[in-house]
C-alpha cells in the first residue's frame, strides 16, 4: 500500500508575503475555495498577530472551507498563540505552527540566547499551542543551516511536548539535495518518538534547488511538503506544488500518493498568477506558456509519431483543455459564467452582470478571449471603488515625430485634464498623469507582459513607484499598452498612504 504525502499549500501565508502580491479577503477565500477543489489536506490561511487583516482572512477561510486543515502561523509567543486560536475558532481542522530559530546564527544574532534556552522555549510554545489545538506544527528555522545533532534534540524536545507535525525548513535555500536529504535521514534514524509526528518540508529556492530539496526530504521519509501554487514566495520563492505532484504522478516507483486532482493544477496557476499580478515565466515546468510547446524540428517530429518520445506529461493531467470552449463576442452570460467556474470563480450576479459587459468590450477588439483575460475582467472589479479613475486617454506618437498624450481623470467625481510630449507614448501619458497628480514620484520598476501571443492580446503591466519613501505597486491589462501603463500608475497612486 502506498504511503500518504501531505500537501501544505502556504500560497496565502509565504506566498503572500511578496511585495505587491498582497490579497483582499474575498480574493483569498477564492483561492482557498480553488485550493480545496485542488485537493490540498493544510491551507496555512495567514499570521493573525501581523495584521487585523490577516487576522480577519483566517476567519473567513476557516469558515469558507471544509475538508482541509486551516493552520495559522505564530513565533514562541503567548500572545501570538492566543491570536492564532482565536481567529481559528470557526475552522472545522485547526492546526497552530509555531517555532523559532535553530541555527546558530539564529540563536546568536536574532535571539541573543544559547541553545538550551531555545530548546526550553520551543517546548513552552508547543505545550502552550496544545491547550488551544489537538494540531500542532512545530518549524525549527533555518533548519537547513542547525547542525544535525542539536536538531535532533529539538525535534525529539517538541514531539515530547506534544508536536503532531515538525517542520525542517531550508529557510535560506542553502541546502544541496543530498545534504537535506541526509538530514530528514538522520532525524528518521536518531529521533526518539519520530514516528508519533510527520516531518515537513520547506524548502526556498534562493539557489534554485527548493524541489529538488523537497523530493530529497520525501524519499528520506518526510511525509508533508510545504509548498505554494507557481512557487510563488519570499525572494525566490518556494517549492512548487505543481512540480512536486507532478514528479509524484509520474514516478509510479516512488509509491507515494496525494490527494491533488492534477486536472485543476493549470486553472489554480492561471487564478493565482492573475489575482496576485505574478507572472508565470513562459518556461516555468508544468505550468508555463511553453511547458508543452515544441519549436526544435527534432521533437516535433518525434512528438507527431509518439507524444511521449518528448511528453512525460499529458496536458489535460494538469489541466489544459485544447478543447475547451472559446469565448467571443457571440458568447453568451451562461458561457462566460461557466468559463468562471472551471477557473474557480464565483461571483455575483451583479458582478458577473459587470464582467459580461467589460467582456463584451473586450470581445469586441480580440477575435477570442482566453482564461487570462477572463481572469484579468473577473479581478479588475478591485478598481470600481478606486478613488482616481482615467476618463479618457488619446496619444499621437510615431516615427520622427515627438509623441504627445492628452489625458482625463476623474478624482472622486471631480475632471481634471493635462497635456504633455514626452520621449514615447508612455512617457508622454505619464507626464501627462504627473501635471495633475503634482506629487515627487518616482517610476522604480517597469514591465510588460502580453498574456499570449496575438497582436490584438490584452498586454499586463506591472509597476513599482516610490513615493515618500515607500515603494508602492500596480497593475495594469488592457488591449492597448499605452492605457495598460497608465491605469498601473494610476492603480499605485491609489494606494499612496494619505
Same mark, same amino acid.
Given at each position: 500500500m502506498s504511503d500518504k504525502l501531505f500537501i501544505f499549500d502556504t500560497t496565502l501565508r509565504d506566498g503572500e508575503q511578496v511585495p505587491g502580491c498582497q490579497l483582499n479577503t474575498v480574493e483569498k477565500i477564492q483561492v482557498a475555495r480553488q485550493l480545496e477543489a485542488l485537493g490540498v489536506d493544510v491551507i496555512e490561511a495567514g499570521f493573525p498577530i501581523s495584521s487585523p487583516g490577516d487576522f480577519n482572512s483566517v476567519i473567513e477561510i476557516s469558515k469558507a472551507v471544509t475538508w482541509p486543515t486551516i493552520c495559522a502561523l505564530t513565533r514562541a509567543v503567548q500572545k501570538d498563540i492566543d491570536v492564532a486560536a482565536e481567529a481559528l475558532q470557526f475552522a472545522k481542522h485547526k492546526r497552530i505552527h509555531t517555532g523559532i530559530g535553530t541555527s546558530d546564527s539564529h540563536i546568536k544574532y536574532k535571539f541573543n540566547s544559547n541553545r538550551e534556552e531555545i530548546i526550553e522555549r520551543? @517546548?513552552?510554545? *508547543? =505545550?502552550?499551542a496544545r491547550r488551544f489545538v489537538d494540531d500542532v506544527e512545530f518549524y525549527a528555522e533555518d533548519a537547513g543551516r542547525t547542525d544535525n545533532e542539536y536538531l535532533a534534540r529539538v525535534v525529539e524536545a517538541v514531539i515530547k511536548a506534544g508536536a503532531t507535525v515538525v517542520n525542517i525548513p531550508d529557510t535560506t535555500g542553502y541546502c544541496l539535495p543530498d545534504e537535506y536529504g541526509a538530514k530528514i535521514r538522520y532525524l528518521m534514524e536518531n529521533v526518539d518518538g519520530i514516528h508519533n509526528a510527520i516531518l515537513s518540508t520547506h524548502c526556498h529556492n534562493d539557489l534554485g534547488m527548493a524541489t529538488a530539496n523537497t523530493m530529497a526530504g520525501v524519499l528520506n521519509g518526510a511525509r508533508q511538503v510545504e509548498v505554494t501554487i507557481n512557487g510563488i514566495g519570499e525572494r525566490a520563492g518556494n517549492t512548487s506544488l505543481e512540480e512536486v505532484a507532478m514528479i509524484i504522478k509520474c514516478h509510479k516507483d516512488i509509491d507515494i500518493e496525494t490527494n491533488i486532482n492534477t486536472q485543476k493544477i493549470y486553472p489554480t496557476s492561471r487564478m493565482v498568477s492573475s489575482l496576485m499580478n505574478m507572472p508565470v515565466q513562459p518556461n516555468k515546468a508544468i505550468v508555463g506558456r511553453n511547458a508543452f510547446a515544441h519549436s526544435s524540428g527534432i521533437h516535433q517530429d518525434g512528438v507527431l509519431k509518439n507524444v511521449q518520445t518528448y511528453e512525460i506529461i499529458d496536458p489535460h493531467d494538469v489541466g489544459i483543455d485544447d478543447s475547451s470552449i472559446v469565448l467571443t463576442a457571440r458568447s453568451g452570460r451562461a458561457a462566460l459564467k461557466n468559463r468562471l467556474q472551471v477557473l474557480g470563480v464565483q461571483l455575483t450576479q451583479e458582478k458577473l452582470d459587470h464582467v459580461y459587459e467589460e467582456f463584451l468590450k473586450l470581445a469586441d477588439k480580440k477575435k477570442d478571449i482566453?482564461? &487570462? &483575460? @477572463?481572469?484579468?475582467?473577473? $479581478?479588475?472589479? /478591485?478598481? /470600481?471603488?478606486? /478613488?482616481? =479613475?482615467?476618463?479618457?486617454?488619446? @496619444?499621437?506618437? $510615431? *516615427? $520622427? @515625430?515627438r509623441s504627445v498624450a492628452s489625458l482625463g481623470l476623474n478624482i472622486s467625481g471631480e475632471k481634471f485634464e493635462a497635456a504633455a510630449s514626452g520621449n514615447g507614448p508612455v512617457d508622454a501619458a505619464i507626464k501627462a498623469l504627473k501635471k495633475i497628480i503634482d506629487r515627487h514620484m518616482t517610476l522604480k520598476e517597469f514591465t510588460i507582459q502580453a498574456i499570449s501571443k496575438g497582436s490584438d492580446d490584452m498586454g499586463k503591466v506591472h509597476m513599482q513607484v516610490e513615493y515618500d519613501n515607500h515603494v508602492y505597486y500596480g497593475f495594469g491589462a488592457n488591449t492597448d499598452i499605452i492605457a495598460a501603463s497608465v491605469e498601473a500608475y494610476i492603480d499605485c497612486i491609489n494606494k499612496f498612504k494619505k
Open positions: 520551543a @517546548v513552552a510554545a *508547543v =505545550k502552550y482566453n482564461d &487570462d &483575460d @477572463v481572469l484579468v475582467l473577473a $479581478g479588475a472589479d /478591485r478598481t /470600481r471603488n478606486h /478613488r482616481i =479613475k482615467l476618463e479618457y486617454l488619446q @496619444v499621437t506618437s $510615431g *516615427v $520622427g @515625430v
